[in-house]
């Protein structure tokens, strides 16, 4: 390939971990790959995170109003150990850093295509193409595939110890790990070759001869413009196909890496556990390196779980406060305990659950809920001290 | 005056301070009218972020509609059989099943939609498979930006113009289980997106009449669901204001998993609690530390209803957190009783007193 491509060999050489974190939607996959990669950044190691999503849920997370399709540093205080030992004796350099990017799906689309262009004018006319602009920011996929590219082009830079990636909802984390094979489908040089054939006048009424059956039909369902138009894009496209294609199958070989690790993010609630196991499953299908799961926002259970007796508490309401209040709110007093018991231990039978369906020698790691919401520098940094750090996942 | 002693059921308060109770009592108020809203509509999209309860809020709203005698069906989209699931049927792909009198469940996959275009139109199921399922055309029909998603909502067009020997309308209405917020607004706009790139031809022509079938008021609704967390709250708001024309879709928000209030006596509560803080009992100490957490997380729900109804100007419906899971099918039975606790449809509830003074 002559574009600007990395070859695997290149990859495998760079010694950077790279976690990606799945899961469904809502169970804090931001916030805990945001969290998980300041916490490697506090320990002393060069880290970014990526996010594919569309919402700006990172940004959210992180309290930055823009995140680019550049790393940017995030800037905190760093209330930990710069260093590990370990890597004191290794490395020279700066102290730990954390960069975070959102992914442009458009963008990261245009800059491939700079990329493996093999000429000026090949990147101009694709650029151009009307099509391009649905292909590249509306394809199945795109967003997963230009994060695996532009994960790809981190990894080759070198920069970094560590790459933590957060992903789009499950349905989507499930087309996140299938996308290299999809995208190698489409790919296929049989499938370009038709239709670049259908995209010149000649090319279209030959197939008509050829297969009138076949043509009708789609003639009937697409209409014979739309697929000449297509053919027309197509053709356009022909020369960055192959290049495109040997990316698609390094990425697949990417997230089979020793160094790859892949985390689903999940709660202690039955809600999300039958997609936890299916997810699982797919995994262990596709023999993709598993690091584990990460419970969220498990609930701390009280010391106990009764209903506290109502002769523990004064008889007499405080001053100007009347008798029914007083009651009622002893009332909430008294099953406070109970309701958080009954929080915890509904969870904890969920994680049992999983447990018991995914087998014992997978890890379940667990974090707690906080009473507030995380979206700011400090309550990230809190969260991060329950996260897995860097060697975690050597 | 206590909201608790309302007729009005518990899971919806969701302030301890009366006045802003009341509040939420209006809305619940507004909540009536966006069942009523929606039962008018032929379809009805939900959608919102993942894991706000979309499935939960589709079986919700379709055990209300059949319980009024609306012949209505739910739907999932992509390949998804949560719904069918929940109400106990085995996955199965393109076919119209019953699940409770009036109520039926349909799972639609982009492959078999296409199909049953298809071959609806051509009539050589052979024909279909020989030039649909190759393997180019395939994955090239998968590839085509919004493809997939324009043809599952154009079952859904020709499900609504569906009639029986009678003449009458075989689906009164239609409940689509759609994609998470990102992809769901995606869905919705791929009509005009393949209009856009086919400019004419029968694609066009069928994209259009699509179009226009889920951009009338009148005849779709849609239905967002979210949480009572910031985020997910913030990508509801999002979504809505992406929506942008299509705004006049949305009748409603649904708020998901809202926890109740420990007691309705807020405005007493900071004395109280200085008056059990001076007890030496270790078990009153702990109890009020989970008291305190308890009020930390309803007042989170209240800001966060507050800010959607600033941002939204829709009737929000407020979903109690219940500690059940619906996923087996022995709560199915509670999923509807939930129903029952919210009195959606309202029953012949008395209006709560304080609106009468």
Known sequence: ??????????????????????????????????????????????????????????ADSLGLEHLGNEPRPVLFQQDCQPHSPSRDSQIDGPAGRMDALMLDPGSTFDSVIRQVASSAETRDRILANRYYKY????????????????????????????LVLDTPPTRHAIDFLTTPHRMARVLDKQVVQVLSMAGSKSGFSSMLESNSAVLRVLDRFLGNRTIQDIGN????????????????IQLR?????????????????SSTHKESRDFHQLIREQGIPFWGFIANRCATAPNFSEKLPLRLFPDEPPQSVDRESYREILEGVRRAP????????????????????????????????????????????????????????? | MHVAALNVPPAIIISPDPDRAKQALCRYVALMSLLDTLLKKHVVLVTGKGGTGKTTVCAALGL???????????????GATRLAELFGLPPQVLAVRAIRPSLRVLTLTSEACVEDFVVKRVRFRSLYRLVFRNRVMGPFMDSVPGLPDLIQLGKVYDMQRESDDNGDPVHDLIIV?????????????????LMDMTLAGPLHANSKLVRDLFTDPANTALLLTSLPEALPLNETIDLFHALGPKQSLVAGC???????????????????AKHLEALSDPRIQEALHWTSLWLERTALQEQALESLSREIPRPIAIFPFIMHNYKDPESLETLGDRLDTLKWPPQASPAPRWMKS
């Not at chain 1, 945001?34 to 999503?53: H, I, N, P």
């Not at chain 1, 020369?239 to 698609?248: A, C, Q, S």
């Open chain 1, 338 to 394: 109970r309701h958080f018991a009954r929080l915890a231990s509904n969870q904890k039978a969920a994680l049992d659950l999983l447990r018991s369906s995914v087998g014992s020698q997978e890890r379940i790691w667990t974090v707690p809920a906080f009473g507030h919401e995380i979206h700011d520098i400090a309550r990230l940094r809190a969260m991060s001290k329950h996260l897995p750090g860097y060697l975690e996942f050597q």
């Open chain 1, 253 to 269: 070989d990417l997230l089979h890496a020793d160094d790859t690790h892949l985390v689903l993010v999940t709660t202690p609630d």
């Open chain 2, 177 to 193: 289980d759609a994609p998470a917020t990102g992809h769901g607004l995606t869905m919705l706009s791929s009509p005009e997106t």
């Open chain 2, 254 to 272: 649904v708020l998901n998993r809202v926890l109740e209030v420990p007691f309705t006596s807020g405005l007493a509560w900071p004395l109280v």
């Open chain 1, 135 to 162: 292909y590249s920011t509306k394809m199945v996929g795109s967003y997963e595939y230009g994060a695996m590219l532009r994960l790809h082009a981190l990894l080759a830079s070198g920069d970094y110890d560590a």
């Open chain 1, 233 to 248: 894009f197509i053709t356009a496209f022909e020369d960055i196909f192959e290049p495109l294609r040997e990316r698609t």
């Open chain 2, 64 to 78: 209300a509609a059949a319980a009024r005698g609306l012949r209505t069906t739910l739907v999932e989209t992509s």
């Open chain 1, 1 to 58: 390939m002559a574009a600007a491509g990395i070859s695997s060999t290149q990859v495998d050489e760079i010694m950077t971990t790279v976690v990606i974190c799945c899961g469904a939607g809502g169970v804090g996959k931001t916030t805990v790959s945001a969290a998980m990669a300041m916490k490697m950044a506090c320990e002393g190691y060069r880290v970014a995170v990526l996010t594919v999503d569309p919402a700006r849920r990172l």
